[in-house]
């Protein structure tokens, strides 16, 4: 299909870009690699839920996420390459040999994971944006704008809310994540390490010289974590079990709110970060 249609499109939209991918996984995309030379950018999906579902599992897929980049640079070289969608559960099954069943009354579509609305949500988004970022993915998608795979829930409210209770119109935990990153838009990525990835992570962003920085707690546990390289006064917000209500029902206020500004000691900063927090640092870099 693509040595038949390529020409014609070139020919027909010479400045547009053909890109062609897979709808699933990086092990389709690997298994049957497309025509590279006819293509200006490459897509295919990732979620981290296909043989293991408990939240321990769910944070040891965060680094292969950027091994998938760069596994896939060997073949695709410069072209564009798109990581799309990110969701939390698999959309579909592409070795599926049979349509899937309706879930039976009261029970969750396989597709849609409670964790969308949690703190953990938020903390996987920031470890999932850290390793696709630091890797050199070109672009990224992740999940939808409403509903239970959304970043808010609908005003109608959840199908059910019983198995997953969110409030009509709320936004969710990782909504706040996306929209700190947001603000940094243009800047560059950092490479920023943690001695113990699987319980704290994070990303950093330089932007003409101020540095945000989004940490998340992927443990159900207080960590005590050391941030160096910030100087000067550092403007901090923390997402966590306290201010998670009001970040959800109030995003306005929440976001608004006056943010509390520590000074790190000779380039040290050392924060407690109580379970699945997400804490926004920004200041200067030293």
Not at 13 to 25: E, P, R, V, Y
Not at 60 to 83: P, Y
Not at 96 to 119: C, E, F, K, N, Y
Not at 253 to 270: D, F, I, K, Q
Request: charged share 20%; aromatic share 6%.
């Amino acid at each position: 299909w693509l040595e038949a249609i390529a020409p014609l499109l070139r020919a027909a939209t010479a400045d547009a870009l053909i890109g062609s991918g897979t709808d699933a996984f990086f092990t389709e995309l690997n298994r049957s690699r497309p025509l590279v030379e006819l293509l200006d950018l490459i897509a295919y999906s990732i979620n981290p839920q296909v043989h293991a579902f408990d939240n321990t599992s769910l944070v040891e897929t965060l680094a292969t996420q950027g091994d998938t980049v760069r596994s896939a640079r060997t073949f695709v070289g410069n072209r564009l390459l798109a990581v799309s969608p990110v969701t939390l559960r698999m959309r579909s099954n592409p070795s599926a040999t049979a349509p899937q069943s309706p879930p039976p009354p009261g029970t969750l579509p396989p597709a849609v994971d409670p964790r969308q609305m949690s703190l953990l949500g938020a903390g996987w988004t920031v470890g999932s944006l850290k390793h696709l970022a630091e890797s050199g993915a070109d672009s990224v998608t992740y999940y939808e704008t409403t509903g239970w795979r959304g970043v808010m829930e609908r005003a109608s409210g959840s199908p059910l809310p019983e198995r997953f209770r969110s409030a009509p119109g709320m936004v969710f935990p990782l909504y706040h994540v996306l929209a700190d990153v947001g603000a940094f838009a243009g800047g560059q990525v950092l490479p920023l390490r943690t001695s113990e990835p699987l319980l704290v992570d994070g990303i950093a962003i330089d932007k003409q010289g101020r540095v945000c920085v989004l940490l998340a707690n992927l443990s159900a546990q207080p960590q005590t974590v050391i941030v160096r390289g910030l100087a000067g006064e550092v403007d901090t917000r923390v997402l966590d079990e306290e201010t998670a209500h009001e970040a959800m029902l109030a995003p306005e206020v929440y976001r608004s709110r006056t943010a509390e500004r520590l000074t790190p000691r000779n380039g040290v900063l050392e924060l407690t970060m109580s379970p699945f927090a997400v804490v926004r640092l920004r200041g200067e870099r030293l």
